[in-house]
């Protein structure tokens, strides 16, 4: 029996971030990299659909538990996941929290090339890190490199009347 209350919570975590990885593999569309996951796709169903609930339940019912253990885990399989691509995934992107490359990938009429796919993963990734608006700062200063800067003697873009902070939020919207 689990003596204290920092020794259950270090349990939890660990069947947390367990029935994650499980989640990952059972779901990933070719074999794991990861030395470390290699038996996983020889566990019983019953073992894995439990992984499964145990995540889902997770994600609906303890939020800020599951994210912080999906970060965890990802951070200790970083190798893994960094190989991962589009093509890899199934349904449930378990280190994002959110159910996307199949649901997205397979919109009746939508045409997502591979690259497009990979371009929507990153930046939901972006999103969820609380990376985002460094990103877009860094993305809008290039663009305006790029497309504006470039066109103009010695790089001097005169000056025009520029939108307000609030304003160029409310243009883009992420679905979540």
């Known amino acids: 029996m ?29 074999e794991p990299r990861d030395p470390l996951l290699g ?32 970060r965890e885990t990802e951070e200790a399989l970083a190798e893994e996941v960094k190989h991962a691509k589009a093509e890899d995934l199934g349904k449930i ?30 930046l939901r990734a972006l999103k969820a890190s609380g990376d985002f608006d460094d990103y877009w700062a860094f993305h809008r200063a290039r663009e305006f490199e790029r497309n504006h800067q470039a066109l103009y003697a010695h790089g001097q873009v005169p000056a025009t009347a520029t939108a307000s902070r609030e304003r160029r939020k409310a243009l883009l919207h992420l679905v979540p």
Do not use: N
């Open 2 to 30: 689990i003596q204290s209350a920092t020794g259950a919570k270090d349990f939890a975590f660990a069947a947390a971030s367990w029935a994650l990885a499980v989640e990952y593999v059972d779901d990933l569309q070719r």
């Open 93 to 122: 992107d378990t280190f994002e929290c959110r159910y996307v490359v199949k649901d997205r990938m397979g919109i009746t009429g939508a045409r997502w090339s591979l690259a497009g796919g990979e371009a929507v993963l990153r």
């Open 39 to 70: 038996g996983v796709r020889r566990l019983p169903k019953t073992v894995v659909d439990a992984c499964r609930d145990l995540a889902a339940h997770l994600r609906k019912a303890h939020s800020h538990l599951y994210e912080r253990t999906a």
